[in-house]
């Protein structure tokens, strides 16, 4: 696979309380900027497609570098598969223009009255897939999660 262009951003500002007792971000809160990237993410691509209900079902991150209490964090998002009923997303943090952390995360559309997972919708697929340049095919809409 070839790395995502990123043509999503947001900034975060790091907080006292995102760092642990060595005085730089904790592993775990780069999770949270992850989180807030995807929320702003479907805000600004989404902004009129209601939230369904999603479960994540993966999560990988790889540490470069460090970050500190009052950074300005660019945390990039891509997503970058869409599948029947899950996509994937891909993600940088950068530091002053250097990546300290990047990672992948795997969405499932999920009905929790249900307790199932759903196909993705028809308006989410069109719309990342023409914001993200994604080719869809036949084979993309009845693949498994």
Excluded at 109 to 136: H, S
Aim: aromatic content about 14%; proline content about 4%.
């Amino acid at each position: 696979m070839s790395a995502p262009a990123f043509r999503f951003s947001t900034t975060i500002v790091v907080r006292w309380s995102d760092c642990d007792a060595f005085g730089h971000v904790n592993n775990a809160s780069y999770l949270t900027y992850l989180e807030q990237a995807r929320i702003e993410y479907w805000n600004a691509v989404l902004p009129d497609l209601p939230f369904t209900g999603l479960a994540i079902v993966h999560v990988s991150l790889d540490f470069r570098g460090q970050a500190y209490p009052g950074d300005v964090l660019d945390v990039r998002a891509a997503i970058t598969e869409l599948k029947r009923t899950s996509f994937w997303a891909s993600y940088e943090v950068q530091r002053l223009g250097v990546v300290v952390a990047s990672g992948r995360s795997a969405q499932v559309f999920f009905d929790y009255t249900r307790q199932t997972p759903t196909a993705v919708p028809d308006a989410f697929r069109t719309r990342v897939a023409e914001y993200e340049g994604l080719t869809i095919g036949a084979e993309d809409r009845g693949q498994h999660a």
